[in-house]
C-alpha cells in the first residue's frame, strides 16, 4: 500500500515536461480567451434594443438599452427568405461534406502510392496552394473566367461561333460553381491530414499484406481506409458541427454579392446577416441570427457525436 501511495504522488507531482507543454498552450489560451470567450457578452444584443448614445462607451450603450426578449429572433423566423437561407446553407454544406471527404482522402490514397518522394510533394504542394489564397483573390480569378465581355470561358464560346452567357445572371450554374470553387480551394488541407495519418500506419502491415499476395487495391480498402477511419468520423463531426455557417467569402465575394437574379443559389444565413448588418436594420437583429446559427451548430455537433457513440463509442471525440 505504501510504494502504491508513493507511485501516485510521483504521477502527481509537477514534471519539466508539464512545464513545456503549459508554455506552449499559453499563446493558444490567450487567443480563445480574447477572440472566442470574452466576445461571447456580446450575445446579450441579441435580447436587447441595442441604442447607441453619442459620446457614451459600448458597455454603457449595452447596460442602457431595453431589454428586447426574442423579437429580434423574428428577424430570421419571419423572414420571406428564410427557406431560402436555410436550404442553401445546409444543402451546401452537406455537398462540401461528402464530396470533400470522398476526394481527399482518394486524393491522399493516390498520392501515398507515389513511389518518387519528389513529385508526390510537388503534387502535395499545387494542391494545397490554393488554400492559402484569400477568397478575394479567388473571386478576382474566378471572374477573368465568367466576365460576361472578356471571360476565358465566353471567350472560348465565341471563338466556336456560340453566344456569350451572363453567368451572373445565371442562377442554374452557380451551384456547381460554388461547389467546383469550394472543392478546389480546401480539398488540398483536408488530404494533407489524411496523408500524414497514412504516413503513420505501420508498415508492416503492408509488407505482410503483400506476403500474403494482396494487390495495391486490397492494401487500400482493408489496411488504409480501416486505419482512418477515427480521423475521418473525426473530421466528418467537426464539419457536421458548423453546417448551419457558411464560408462568406466563397458564397459573396465570388458571387460579387450574392445579389439579383443569382440570389436564391447563393444566398445563406451569413450573406443574409451581413446585408442585413450595411442595411437600417438594428444591430440586434443579426446579432440574434449569429446566435441562433451558435445554437443549432452546437446542438449538431452534440447530436453527431451522440450517434457515433452509439455505434462505435472508440470513434467519438467527446
Known sequence: MAEEKKRKRRKRSWTKNDTELTLLAVPTTVWYILFCFLPMFGLIIAFKNYRVTAGKSFFYNVFSSDWYGFKNFEFLFKSN????????????????????????????ILISLIHSKRKAKVYQTLMIFPYFMSWVVVAYFADAFLNMDNGLINSMIRDGGGQAVSWYMTAGAWPFILVFMYIWKNVGYSMVIYLSSIAGIDQTLYEAAVVDGANK?????????PCLKNVIIMMFILNIGKIFYSDFGLFYQVSQGAKGSIFTATATIDTYVFNAIRSSAPIGMPAAVNFFQSIACCITI?????????????????
Do not use: H, M, P, W
Request: no cysteine; aromatic share 8%.
Open 81 to 108: 427568405d428564410l427557406f431560402v437561407i436555410l436550404r442553401n446553407t445546409i444543402v451546401y454544406n452537406l455537398v462540401f461534406i461528402v464530396l470533400g471527404l470522398v476526394i481527399s482522402v482518394t486524393a491522399a
Open 217 to 225: 487495391r486490397q492494401q487500400v480498402f482493408n489496411i488504409t481506409l
Open 302 to 318: 452534440l447530436a453527431a457525436n451522440a450517434l457515433v457513440k452509439k455505434l462505435d463509442s472508440d470513434s467519438a471525440i467527446i
